[in-house]
């Protein structure tokens, strides 16, 4: 019985850094190298985006250059809605590029 307990415990740990070494573990999924180069926080970028989708409850978000440019991504839900808004914010300016609402079929 014990010995049966140390191996559960034992592929319990390699499971659980088998996951981390794959980034599965709850690691911001925006490379650091790109939050250095942001001059927008996630934070600023997260009250821009919810301040074009009121009520909206960001869902998802990511920092990704897109041709060049350093973009946060933000998925948004709204209550009572299935449709996901898309908002995207400049990482330098802060301004927002583009709100795009997608419904599903």
Do not use: H
């Amino acid at each position: 019985m014990k010995n049966s307990r140390l191996i559960s415990a034992g592929l319990l740990s390699a499971v659980i850094g088998t996951l981390a070494a794959a980034g599965c573990a709850s690691q911001p999924r925006e490379p650091a190298a790109l939050r250095a180069q942001a001059r927008i926080t996630k934070e600023q970028a997260e009250q821009a985006a919810l301040a074009k989708v009121p009520g909206g409850t960001i869902k998802q978000s990511e920092l990704n250059r897109e041709n060049g440019d350093l973009i946060w991504y933000f998925d948004l839900t709204t209550r009572g809605s299935a449709a996901i808004t898309e908002v995207a914010v400049d990482a330098l300016t802060g301004y927002v590029i583009s709100v795009a609402t997608e419904t599903p079929e």
